[in-house]
Nanobody
Framework: QVQLVETGGGSVQAGESLRLSCVAS????????VGWFRKSPGTEREEVAT???????RYADSVKGRFTLSKDNAQKSLYLQMNSLKPEDTAMYYC????????????WGQGTQVTVSS
């Protein structure tokens, strides 16, 4: 059974940092593209940052230079270091995975809430 479990969300002030973690089980992690998505009320789900099986990363323009994505295949873990947080970063953050970077993301975590106040 595939599971993705996110941790690390919380409430912070603008300008502060948070580090999100996502631990996977039930998959051969190195074969998957994994990434972070976020959704806030009234908005569409947004791709925040993704990393391919070859290590290629992609970031949303809104987070470039502030967020850093990293992966540890041995620990089946994905991390999102979020610095210089802004109120507009407030959302539920979800970890997701897709096999061989093909098709849609078909495994999702339950989400972790990030709230940034001004």
């Amino acid at each position: 059974q595939v599971q993705l479990v996110e941790t690390g969300g919380g409430s912070v002030q603008a300008g502060e940092s948070l580090r999100l973690s996502c631990v996977a089980s039930g998959i051969t992690y190195a074969h998957y593209c994994v990434g972070w998505f976020r959704k806030s009320p009234g908005t569409e789900r947004e791709e925040v940052a993704t990393i391919a099986s070859d290590g290629t990363t992609r970031y949303a323009d809104s987070v470039k230079g502030r967020f850093t994505l990293s992966k540890d295949n041995a620990q089946k873990s994905l991390y999102l270091q979020m610095n210089s947080l802004k109120p507009e970063d407030t959302a539920m953050y979800y970890c997701a995975a897709r096999l061989y970077c093909s098709g849609g993301y078909n495994f999702w975590g339950q989400g972790t809430q990030v709230t940034v106040s001004s």
